[in-house]
């Protein structure tokens, strides 16, 4: 009986393959998607998820801003802090993530591994094998208003 149900498992993982296959390739040729599609695509539903203050490395964000002022660019760089590798049929997905303070670190990791993996496997046809996150820092909301309209008073010797 155990070998029945290893045969019928064998045979259901191979439609689902073949289902897949079927995506990205058919009688009609092949359909090839860009590693920058599945990096903006994954950006996007990374940012969407509460608990995400930003993305990317420090030296990427402060290179971005510089570039986000220059007239006649594009604006923000929503793949920054993702990172892809895409074949075939599959992707795997690298995440740097910088946190709002006083979130579950790893519910915020789980909940960016699902919102990342529906949109891209929904949006490309692709199979997310992996979502891996790197959380590089934590965003203090205090250090926004000492920076933004708040001058520090010069000190008195």
Same mark, same amino acid.
């Given at each position: 009986?155990?070998?029945?149900?290893?045969?019928?498992?064998? /045979?259901?993982?191979? !439609?689902?393959?073949? %289902?897949?296959?079927?995506?990205?390739?058919?009688?009609?040729?092949? @359909?090839? =998607? #860009?590693?920058?599609?599945?990096?903006?695509?994954?950006?996007?539903?990374?940012?969407?998820?509460?608990?995400?203050?930003?993305?990317?490395?420090?030296?990427?964000?402060?290179?971005?801003?510089?570039?986000?002022?220059?007239?006649?660019?594009?604006?923000?760089?929503?793949?920054?802090?993702? /990172?892809?590798?895409? !074949?075939?049929?599959? %992707?795997?997905?690298?995440?740097?993530?910088?946190?709002?303070?006083? @979130?579950? =670190? #790893?519910?915020?990791?789980?909940?960016?591994?699902?919102?990342?993996?529906?949109?891209?496997?929904?949006?490309?046809?692709?199979?997310?094998?992996?979502?891996?996150?790197?959380?590089?820092?934590?965003?203090?909301?205090?250090?926004?208003?000492?920076?933004?309209?708040?001058?520090?008073?010069?000190?008195?010797?």
């Amino acid at each position: 009986m155990s070998q029945v149900t290893k045969t019928e498992q064998a /045979g259901h993982a191979g !439609g689902i393959q073949s %289902a897949r296959q079927n995506k990205l390739s058919n009688e009609d040729g092949k @359909i090839m =998607i #860009a590693d920058n599609v599945v990096q903006k695509v994954a950006g996007m539903a990374c940012r969407e998820v509460s608990g995400v203050h930003a993305m990317g490395s420090a030296g990427t964000r402060a290179f971005s801003a510089i570039r986000e002022r220059i007239p006649g660019s594009s604006g923000p760089n929503v793949s920054q802090g993702v /990172g892809v590798e895409v !074949g075939e049929n599959d %992707a795997a997905i690298d995440l740097d993530v910088i946190a709002e303070y006083g @979130i579950s =670190i #790893a519910d915020l990791g789980r909940n960016i591994q699902r919102n990342v993996k529906t949109a891209v496997e929904r949006t490309t046809g692709l199979n997310v094998v992996e979502v891996n996150i790197s959380v590089d820092d934590v965003h203090l909301p205090e250090a926004d208003g000492q920076r933004q309209g708040q001058q520090q008073q010069p000190r008195m010797s």
